[in-house]
């Protein structure tokens, strides 16, 4: 299965991780500071900044889109709970 | 530095007048409203004094802000306090350090009240912003995101926004004036606590409901607290003051240091560098008791990993609260009873989301006579919790046998060897 490398860089951690797993999903395992709330792309609550390599995170659903555009979410920024990894280096942080 | 900030002599304490602002520092006062009678906060929090939602007005050479409002209901006392120390057309600024019903209630009308003034909000505050103005006639005119490092000035006064995500909510942050020394902390440094002579060396004593404030809304994000403290550590404060309970003039570094004593306080500082697993189980005729046994043998199989084993038939869960905020996994074990897992098992389930439980490791086990629901009832509350749970829940009718303790010893390895294996080794054997 190809593999993807994500750094959080509030911790200094990387972790390599299967492609298509979604960044809540590691994060909550190495103990970085992203906090979530409903998990579902709703509540905003685990907007992260992805510092680089966004390129290599799905693009965002029509959902998270959305509610980044309601949060007035800068550019590079991802809800952790519905960006998935899908090759090469992501480097993110609680934004 | 010349703070202006009120002294503290032990003169007897001025007491809050009706319909007057209180100053509190050269050119800042407390307009905000007393709620004596409220015993129940949000439900869930009791308080034996009432409390008060703090909102304060800065006014410098060129504008003057309103830093936070009050709940709505206690609106028409909040805006004849304001109205004692300034006209609506000098309001330039509005400052929402928190958007919870409780500072945001008087909002709408202070906007229209205001229309000129220009609202400032934490750049995670959006979403909330547009869900409290929704049910309202207040289309808001003009308003700013901001962010630690952000500033705006008053003339002779600015504004300094630090942004204190999940203290306690993700909106949440403090707003600094530099040339007094003085922190609007929103709820940081907060309590539920109602004394008419509002400064902490005047009022009664309230160390206990600093606490309990402090146990019940900051507790389960201790990391952000201590993030948090990092940002408003190195200020030059000289006074705090929060969005409910007394205004902290006397010592105001002290409840600074006494949230990082809070935040940092771990018991696993006694094992550091092991796991813990904790066992709890509860058991009618010993089975599932057998089976906990065998699962802390399996899991003491696993090098780095401490296991404890307690028995929820002592009734009060409340200690073990303080054992799961700092273990690195839990197992519960129940017996079903009537379709259902024994109540203290759900004292206990009930009881967690005071502490931050996320991610921790989580399974479930039980013994049954009938139909043994208990075990995927409390799998299912786990994972409701966001706990980690790898494992399907063990459940055994009766009497363990031989090999079902063996399971039992096989789930404890497992659960122990999951905890001091690497998350990388973890996910690449899930791959």
């Known amino acids: 299965m190809p593999k993807a490398k994500v750094t959080f860089a509030d911790i200094g951690v990387t972790i390599t991780v299967p492609a298509g797993t979604r960044l809540i999903e590691v994060s909550e395992r190495v103990g970085a500071a992203i906090t979530y709330g409903c998990r579902e792309g709703e509540c905003g609550t685990c907007l992260t900044q992805v510092v680089s390599g966004s390129e290599n995170l799905a693009e965002p659903s029509v959902l998270e889109d959305q509610v980044l555009k309601d949060m007035f979410a800068p550019r590079h920024h991802r809800l952790a709970c519905q960006a998935q990894v899908l090759s090469g280096e992501v480097v993110v942080k609680p934004a | ?431």
């Open chain 2, 1 to 431: 530095m010349k703070t202006g900030i009120m002294n503290t002599s032990p003169a007897p304490a001025a007491r809050i007048q009706p319909g007057q602002a209180v100053e509190i520092a050269a050119g800042v006062h407390w307009v905000g409203v007393l709620d004596p009678a409220l015993r129940s906060f949000d439900i869930v929090l009791s308080t034996a004094n009432g409390t008060t939602y703090n909102s304060y007005v800065v006014r410098g050479d060129k504008g003057v802000a309103v830093i936070d409002t009050v709940k709505e209901a206690f609106a028409p006392e909040f805006f004849k306090r304001l109205e004692s120390i300034c006209s609506y057309d000098e309001i330039t600024t509005i400052v929402i350090n928190h958007l919870e019903p409780d500072h945001s209630g008087a909002l709408p009308e202070l906007m229209k009240r205001a229309p000129q003034a220009h609202v400032y909000l934490s750049s995670r505050a959006p979403m909330m912003f547009k869900a409290l103005l929704k049910s309202t006639d207040v289309t808001p005119s003009a308003f700013t995101l901001v962010k630690t490092g952000s500033s705006l000035d008053l003339g002779g006064r600015s504004l300094a926004f630090y942004q204190t995500p999940f203290l306690h909510w993700p909106d949440t942050q403090c707003t600094f004036v530099p040339e007094l020394g003085v922190l609007f902390s929103g709820d940081v440094f907060g309590c539920h606590f109602c004394d008419d002579r509002l400064f902490n060396d005047k009022v009664g004593d309230f160390r206990f409901s600093f606490e309990y404030y402090y146990a019940h809304i900051m507790r389960p994000f201790r990391q952000h607290v201590l993030t948090g403290l990092e940002l408003l550590e190195p200020l030059a404060l000289q006074l705090i003051a929060p969005a409910h309970g007394p205004v902290l003039r006397q010592n105001p570094r002290h409840y600074v240091q006494r949230y990082r004593e809070l935040a940092e306080g771990r018991l696993d500082d006694q094992v550091l560098g092991e796991k813990t697993l904790l066992i709890f189980y509860i058991s009618a005729y010993g089975a599932t008791r057998r089976m906990a046994e065998a699962i802390a043998t399996g899991a003491e199989d696993e090098a780095g990993v401490r296991v404890s084993l307690y028995d929820l038939e002592v009734g009060d869960v409340s200690p073990f609260i303080d054992l799961i905020e700092t273990a690195d996994g839990i197992a519960i074990g129940s017996p079903t009873i009537n379709g259902d897992a024994a109540k203290p098992v759900w004292d206990l389930l009930s009881s967690l989301h005071a502490v931050h439980i996320r991610g921790k490791l989580g399974a479930t086990f039980g013994s049954f006579g009938w139909s043994g629901e208990a075990v995927t009832l409390m799998e299912d509350r786990l994972k409701g919790l966001r706990l980690h749970v790898p494992f399907p829940g063990l459940r055994l009718k009766l009497v363990p046998t031989e090999e079902e303790l063996a399971q039992c010893r096989d789930l404890g390895r497992k659960l122990a060897r999951h905890l001091t294996t690497p998350p990388d080794e973890l996910f690449a054997e899930a791959a």
